[in-house]
């Protein structure tokens, strides 16, 4: 059958079952756009393609299928290199299209000229130009197959404007095809049984392990078969920023989120450990603190589908390359008929320190701005069952992470390994798109709202009815605790204004319902009223505590043992004893 690239491009789209595109139209890639007016394709038309491209990464988190971004070339590729860099780090598939000028103009400095494809080469899993024309269909094949397999991640395509008005005798490629085309891609996904034999016996053999489930635990669709193995053995379960919700809060085992503004509890098991299972986590900074002082008793077994990861920081003693819900389903069957192991000491050792540093804020004192972890807790009580949560970056991030209950997967959406600010409110509407039957709320503070904040205008017109609560201390709140601690409160650039912007006015201009809040006793019943509107997109603006801070903190460049507790409890914590 013949067709024109573009349309070859749309019925590619199609027949992967792609559901909604989000992007923004220009000159290179608008030969694209006139087919989407006869296909089933939802397009979702932002205001910004930074938001484009996060919309994109907030579908992929709570649907586990991949997000497709298309705009056109020059700033607007540019303007989606953050999103590609946070899908990136953070192993979310994403299948971005740019469009480039025509080949005959590529080298000459075009208008909208710019070399993506060298530009985004270090921040996606693969990218292609596409420079003849009858390939395209296969390279949207590949770029799917890519984006989803193995270690998740984006893809971007970067079409030339003559290549999709070229006219091609379209064909669908076969798997065969597929694989036969990409030689060298051939993820390991199966264990090698060597090593899941000598996993479980230090297994049988620990006396304080620890399960360090990271976000692979979520991208391998093993939420199950982690809970079986946490309760086959009684090993207690650290879950990582990325990997909350991959084992459920409200479990006896589940000791919450470790790393610099884990819980102490968390931190603490970690470094006493003797073993540490490490599932689909990656040794992150955050997580490790100075790497030389890290977990310095405990051998690791280390299972993650990106065979670059084992060894990277942490030389693992059972190294595993596979995708984590096989393996872990393969050592729970090496482990079916041994005993588990006694772990009765372990386990009344971490209730201990559960007991004595549960994470703690100072209450509200008449007169004072709001406690954001209040907020969050208000929040997170009034949330309709199943509610998803995404978060911008800073203090909002880690209160939201600490504070709420993530008791089942793909609830928990926000930026990981890049930390980007403006990361929450595109998202959150992608996240709505594909899960249209939740509540989504998002957390953003005064700062990381400001950057995209425009994308209210999207969901507005769009009838996508996200929830926004912005945790509004007037400052860079992160910025401004480490100034404090660590920099004799100088506070340097940090001041952003409560009143400027009015947030209220802002997102009543964007189409929302908003209120504000600086009343503790107005907390619940408002946000009451904002999970009651499902018409519209909900903004409240809530004034908070600047004073507020993070704790625990494990300051950066230090050791977990050195962690910072709230003042209130530091004069009981003492030293880990190595």
Same mark, same amino acid.
């Given at each position: 059958m013949k067709m024109t690239g573009a349309q070859a491009l749309v019925r590619s789209l199609e027949l992967e079952h792609v559901e909604v595109i989000f992007g923004l139209p220009g000159g290179a890639i608008l030969p694209a756009y006139d087919p989407i007016l006869d296909s089933p394709i939802r397009h979702i038309l932002v205001r910004h393609e930074q938001g484009a491209g996060h919309m994109a990464e907030g579908y992929a988190h709570v649907t586990g299928r991949p997000g497709v971004a298309m705009v056109t070339s020059g700033p607007a590729a540019t303007n989606m290199v953050t999103p590609l860099c946070d899908a990136y780090m953070d192993s979310v598939p994403l299948v971005v299209i740019t469009g480039q000028v025509s080949r005959s103009f590529i080298g000459t400095d075009g208008f909208q000229e710019c070399d993506t494809v060298g530009i985004t080469r270090s921040v996606t899993k693969h990218n292609e130009l596409v420079m003849d024309p009858k390939e395209l269909p296969l390279i949207m094949r590949q770029a799917f197959h890519l984006a989803t397999t193995g270690r998740p991640g984006p893809v971007l395509v970067d079409v030339p404007k003559d290549v999709l008005q070229a006219e091609i005798d379209f064909y669908w490629p076969s798997d065969e095809d597929v694989a036969t085309s990409l030689p060298g891609y051939k993820p390991t996904t199966k264990g090698h049984p060597r090593m899941i034999k000598e996993a479980a016996r230090l297994i049988r053999e620990a006396r304080r392990p620890v399960i360090y489930a990271g976000g692979g635990i979520l991208k391998a669709r093993a939420a199950e078969a982690l809970r079986e193995l946490a309760e086959r053995t009684g090993i207690p379960v650290v879950t990582t920023l990325m990997g909350r919700g991959g084992f459920p809060d409200d479990h006896e085992l589940c000791l919450g989120m470790p790393g610099m503004h884990g819980n102490y509890t968390a931190i603490t098991a970690m470094q006493q450990s003797d073993l540490l299972i490490t599932l689909g986590a990656r040794f992150d900074d955050r997580v490790t603190g100075r790497v030389d002082s890290f977990a310095p008793l405990a051998k690791v077994i280390h299972v993650d589908i990106d065979p670059a990861e084992l060894g990277k920081i942490r030389q693992p003693d059972v190294p595993i390359v596979g995708d984590c819900r096989q393996v872990i389903t393969e050592i729970v069957k090496a482990l079916a008929d041994q005993p588990a192991p006694e772990l009765g000491e372990w386990r009344s050792t971490i209730s201990g320190w559960q007991e004595r540093y549960p994470l703690h804020y100072d209450s509200y004192v008449a007169g004072d701005a709001l406690k954001p972890q209040q907020v969050m807790e208000t929040l997170r009580d009034s949330a309709p069952e199943g509610t998803i949560l995404v978060s911008g970056v800073g203090q909002h991030q880690m209160w939201a992470s600490q504070y709420w209950h993530f008791n089942e997967p793909y609830t928990w959406v926000n930026s990981g390994g890049l930390g980007t600010m403006g990361f929450s409110v595109p998202a959150a509407v992608g996240a709505k798109?594909?899960?249209? *039957?939740?509540?989504?709320?998002?957390? *953003?503070?005064?700062?990381?709202?400001?950057?995209?904040?425009?994308?209210?205008?999207?969901?507005?017109? #769009?009838?996508?009815?996200?929830?926004?609560?912005?945790?509004?201390?007037?400052?860079?709140?992160?910025?401004?605790?480490?100034?404090?601690?660590?920099?004799? #409160?100088?506070?340097?650039?940090?001041?952003?204004?409560p009143d400027l912007p009015d947030y209220v006015k802002w997102a009543e201009a964007m189409g929302c319902v908003a209120f504000r809040v600086e009343d503790p006793d107005e907390v619940e019943p408002t946000i009451a009223k904002a999970n009651a509107i499902d018409d519209r997109p909900v903004v409240i603006d809530f004034r908070t505590d600047a004073r507020e801070k993070v704790f625990p903190m494990v300051p950066a460049g230090l050791s977990n043992d050195?962690?910072?507790?709230?003042?209130?409890?530091?004069?009981?914590?003492?030293?880990v004893v190595q």
């Open positions: 798109v594909g899960r249209p *039957d939740r509540t989504v709320w998002a957390v *953003d503070g005064d700062g990381c709202f400001q950057m995209t904040a425009q994308e209210l205008v999207t969901a507005s017109s #769009e009838r996508i009815p996200i929830k926004v609560a912005i945790l509004n201390n007037a400052y860079l709140g992160m910025v401004r605790q480490w100034q404090e601690m660590f920099y004799e #409160e100088r506070y340097s650039e940090v001041y952003l204004s050195d962690v910072v507790v709230h003042p209130a409890q530091s004069s009981s914590v003492k030293k």
